[in-house]
């Protein structure tokens, strides 16, 4: 153990003394079935069973070099926090003229999300496909999944937004709150039903207060 801290004990369960966020760098052959895909040379039927058997690769990957807890890499993904916000009920996909983040010498396609009616989460969401194909993978190893914050939603679509202008449902803005909040409370509800007992929050929007 650490040196600084000579009477910590080793945790076998979440959270642990040292872990990883779970987003890992795309194979080579997921990236490639993805290009096929967007080119119309693969159905989504056959790139599904692609990045299957890739989120299975990783897994065991995983479980060889000793992680507590696995994760499918978030291979299902395009963005971290922007798949999951744009399919909640009433949130959906934006092209923009910029992405909401700056990068030095780096241009990402710019997309973001806009609230077009009530907020809410329902069993239809992707991610819970995206997490019953981890969990069968990972056995009796425990899982991790990783969304972004609550506070990440009300970030990227209204205060990044120059433009943003509320819905009538939302002119009253502690109504918006509540329903974010209900929404990622039924998304918490469904995964802790469906077994996961490890599921961050990944926050960075305290990186706006940073000057």
Not at 131 to 145: E, H, N, S, V, W
Request: net charge negative; with cysteine.
């Amino acid at each position: 153990m650490s040196q600084l801290f000579p009477t910590a004990k080793p945790r076998n369960v979440a959270p642990y003394r040292n872990d990883v966020v779970g987003s890992f760098l795309r194979t080579d052959t997921l990236k490639n079935a993805k290009t096929k895909l967007n080119a119309g040379e693969l159905s989504q039927d056959e790139y599904d069973v692609i990045l299957k058997d890739e989120i299975g690769k990783l897994v065991a990957k995983q479980k060889e070099n000793g992680l507590h807890a696995v994760t499918d890499g978030e291979f299902s993904r395009v963005w971290w926090h922007l798949d999951f916000m744009a399919e909640l009920d009433g949130v959906e996909w934006v092209e923009t003229e910029n992405f909401s983040v700056q990068f030095k010498d780096a241009k990402p396609k710019s997309y973001s999300v806009k609230i077009v009616d009530k907020i809410d989460f329902s069993d239809s969401h992707p991610f819970v496909k995206a997490y019953q194909i981890l969990k069968d993978r990972a056995g009796d190893t425990p899982t991790k999944f990783t969304i972004p914050s609550a506070s990440m939603l009300h970030l990227v679509a209204c205060v990044r937004d120059v433009n943003y202008e509320p819905i009538e449902l939302y002119q009253d803005e502690s109504r918006l709150y509540n329903d974010i909040a209900d929404a990622y409370i039924k998304a918490m509800h469904k995964f802790y039903d469906m077994g996961l007992r490890n599921l961050q929050l990944d926050d960075t929007s305290w990186g706006n207060f940073v000057r």
